[in-house]
């Protein structure tokens, strides 16, 4: 079994030989020009992005959505104006798909796209004051992905991925029941298509999300990362989708970043007996930082390894 035959063990709940672990060359990813840009740049909807610290992500500073009363005022781009380059395509054609994994990537979906046009202020008290608006406004936003997605289906792809980032340290940033009633039922549109075609709903948030996790699972997403070890409950998330989503991540990146080699084993032995029994577990760092100890590295999958095996 490679390592492309035993990640889909492992997230259809089959039988996996082993943990999958996130340094795996299983993926090929791609993301059509024009939606992200490392850099300080005026996006498509209208949203200026700058970059703060060298490195990092650009932050979402001039949002062109002041209110919901002046929604019909909203410039919405066209999904086919994102254009797939002659390098995407030539490196795309290269793909060994034997042992290769296709992932067509949308960075910013539905919550953190509403929020850096309106400002997380602007869009969290619209959901209260103009909800007619808010409901329409969710839904224009998950058309668009639903059209982007559509679009990586015709390239073939065996999966989609986003970011969502929906949880603070401690909880959601809206209640569940916000969550339910504006999110959930636009997530379900979103990935209709592709879970129709049998593909992969990779789904990336941030933070505190077991609250509604098992609502993740219950509309077909297929895998959850990167599950931050100390902003969950990670036995209650392991319960909750059991034998219908798996989760990703799960290794507290603190302990990564600052500790020895043999905390790093302890915290790879903690989540392992956690989230490795059944499987729909793939093993990896709960964030994604710079400046972490290549010994550290070194002991995490090492551990994986050596714990891993089914």
């Known amino acids: 079994m490679n390592p ?61 959505l002041p209110s919901l009363e002046r929604l019909s005022e909203l410039r919405v781009p066209d999904p086919g104006n994102l254009r797939f380059t002659d390098e995407m395509r030539q490196a795309l054609g290269h793909v060994d798909r034997e042992q290769t994994l296709v992932c067509g990537s949308l960075t910013y979906l539905l919550f953190e796209r509403a929020w850096a046009i309106m400002g997380m202020e602007g869009f969290l008290t619209g959901l209260i004051t103009h909800p007619q608006e808010a409901h329409a406004f969710c839904h224009l936003l998950a058309d668009y992905a639903r059209r982007v997605f559509s679009r990586y289906l015709d390239l073939g792809v065996d999966a989609i991925s986003f970011s969502e980032d929906l949880g603070t340290q401690r909880a959601l940033m809206i209640s569940p029941d916000l969550f339910r009633q504006f999110l959930l039922p636009e997530y379900r549109y979103c990935f209709a298509e592709v879970l129709a075609a049998g593909k992969i709903v990779n789904f990336h948030s941030c933070g505190c999300i077991d609250a509604v996790a098992a609502e993740l699972a219950g509309i077909g997403v297929t895998v959850l990362n990167p599950v931050q070890a100390r902003a969950n409950d990670l036995a209650s998330l392991k319960t909750a989708t059991r034998g219908r989503m798996a989760l990703q991540g799960g290794i507290d990146t603190a302990v990564l970043a600052l500790g020895t080699p043999a905390q790093v084993r302890d915290e790879v032995a903690r989540v392992m007996a956690v989230l490795k029994p059944g499987g729909g577990y793939i093993c990896g760092p709960d964030q994604s930082i710079p400046g972490i100890p290549a010994e550290n590295l070194a002991a995490l999958w090492s551990a994986a390894t050596e714990l891993g095996r089914y």
């Open 4 to 64: 492309r035959e035993n990640y889909l063990e492992a997230i259809r709940w089959g039988r996996p030989e082993w943990v999958p672990q996130t340094h795996e060359a299983v993926w090929h990813t791609l993301q059509f020009e024009g939606n992200f840009r490392w850099q300080s740049w005026t996006d498509a909807w209208g949203v200026g992005w700058e970059v703060g610290l060298a490195g990092t992500v650009p932050f979402p500073k001039t949002n062109p």
